[in-house]
């Protein structure tokens, strides 16, 4: 139960786009396509903002899309804005039996 | 409103036993899986333990197996999280999440504090 892996961090300027990986085995990531982003900021709860590798809840912007490769899942944020400055987490379906497994998070950062 | 407040949390000696509560409301608790999720001071988020709509199945991290179960009343909407055993490295803000139809974790709970030290 080894955890997906992200970068530590990412960052860019406020308009530019930044994307982060999240990179698993065949037993999860690259099996399922249940892969959900989710974004926390200090002190608070997380949030969706993808799933099922590129499906946004209603209220997240479409600046946020996500993509699936093999084992790796992306999230890319387009045009970057200050609010965006957080803490992000993948989480894949790990089995049938509704197992999940998160990624280690990436503290994004806005320049 | 969809809502998941948990409870439960404080500080507990190494060796003993703590039990959190998360009470939903505003949706149909006993249609969804449940699950608890930790987060350690400054770390990442770690599933922890998740139970089928029913209370049929529940499955565990290999970090909590023998030491936490996960309930459910289904008659008063309320999650439960019994944690034995407790150790330091338990220490974590404790959420509560619903699995949706969709299959992804909505909406969490604000957390709980569990502070393992002597």
């Known amino acids: 139960q080894s955890a997906l892996t992200q970068p530590p961090s990412a960052s860019g300027s406020p308009g530019q786009s930044v994307t982060i990986s999240c990179t698993g085995t065949?037993?999860?990531?690259?099996?399922?396509?249940?892969v959900s982003w989710y974004q926390q900021h200090p002190g608070k709860a997380p949030k969706v903002m993808i799933f099922?590798?590129?499906k946004r809840p209603s209220g997240v912007p479409h600046r946020f899309s996500g993509s699936k490769s093999g084992n790796t899942a992306s999230l890319t944020v387009s045009g970057l804005q200050a609010e965006d400055e957080a803490d992000y987490y993948c989480?894949?379906?790990?089995?049938?039996?509704?197992?999940?497994?998160f990624g280690g998070g990436t503290r994004l950062t806005v320049l | 409103q969809v809502q998941l407040v948990e409870s439960g949390g404080g500080v507990v000696q190494p060796g003993r036993s703590l039990r959190l509560s998360c009470a939903a409301s505003?949706?149909?608790?006993?249609?969804?899986?449940m699950y608890w999720v930790r987060q350690a001071p400054g770390k990442g988020l770690e599933w922890v333990a998740v139970i089928w709509y029913d209370g049929s199945n529940e499955y565990y991290a290999d970090s909590v197996k023998a030491r936490f179960t996960i309930s459910r009343d289904n008659s008063r909407n309320t999650l439960y999280l019994q944690m034995n055993s407790l150790r330091a490295e338990d220490t974590a803000v404790y959420y509560c999440a619903r699995l949706t139809v969709d299959n992804w974790l909505e909406p969490w709970g604000q957390g709980t504090l569990v502070t393992v030290s002597s």
């Open positions: 099922e590798v590129n």
């Open positions: 989480c894949s379906f790990a089995g049938s039996n509704n197992l999940v497994i």
């Open positions: 065949s037993s999860d990531v690259g099996t399922y396509n249940y």
């Open positions: 505003g949706f149909m608790f006993s249609s969804y899986a």
